[in-house]
């Protein structure tokens, strides 16, 4: 399957994901403070993400490894994020108000490779085989 096109379908999931994640916030907004609303909203929609990532950007079986390492795209996605603002703002003078957005699309391909090797990497370990998700 060409990178490419898994990159473009990674993509279409992200903006599923934002979504997923916006909606879910601002229906828990109504009922519990910002941080609890972020919280709770991030699990569906990374749960979500997960799922869709396994069978339409990567077409592969979710597994148990996979969901449980999958996290780490978000940690990466953070870093970069969190990181490109504050070169953005705080050294080259960007606006507070654009500077995630930039960031955030820089930090797409990183993202996608470190999804598409938790995704891609064979479930190989000693004893039996890794059991599948239903």
């Known amino acids: 399957m060409p990178v490419i096109g898994q990159l473009i379908r990674f993509a279409l999931v992200g903006v599923v994901n934002?979504?997923?994640?916006?909606?879910?916030?601002?229906?828990?907004?109504?009922?519990?403070?910002?941080?609890?609303a972020h919280v709770l909203a991030f699990a569906p929609s990374m749960t979500g993400s997960f799922f869709l990532n396994c069978r339409f950007t990567y077409r592969t079986r979710p597994t148990w490894?996979?969901?449980?390492?999958?996290?780490?795209?978000?940690?990466?996605?953070?870093?970069?994020?969190?990181?490109?603002?504050?070169?953005l703002v705080g050294l080259?003078?960007?606006?507070?108000?654009?500077?995630?957005?930039?960031?955030?699309?820089?930090?797409?391909?990183?993202?996608?490779?470190?999804?598409?090797t938790i995704m891609l990497r064979p479930d190989r370990r000693p004893g039996p085989a890794v059991e599948q998700m239903p």
């Open 18 to 36: 934002t979504g997923t994640y916006y909606l879910c916030y601002l229906a828990l907004l109504t009922w519990l403070p910002y941080i609890a």
């Open 92 to 116: 080259a003078g960007f606006s507070s108000r654009y500077a995630p957005l930039i960031a955030a699309a820089a930090a797409i391909p990183v993202t996608f490779v470190v999804s598409r």
């Open 65 to 87: 490894r996979k969901f449980l390492l999958f996290p780490l795209t978000n940690a990466a996605n953070f870093l970069i994020t969190t990181g490109g603002v504050y070169v």
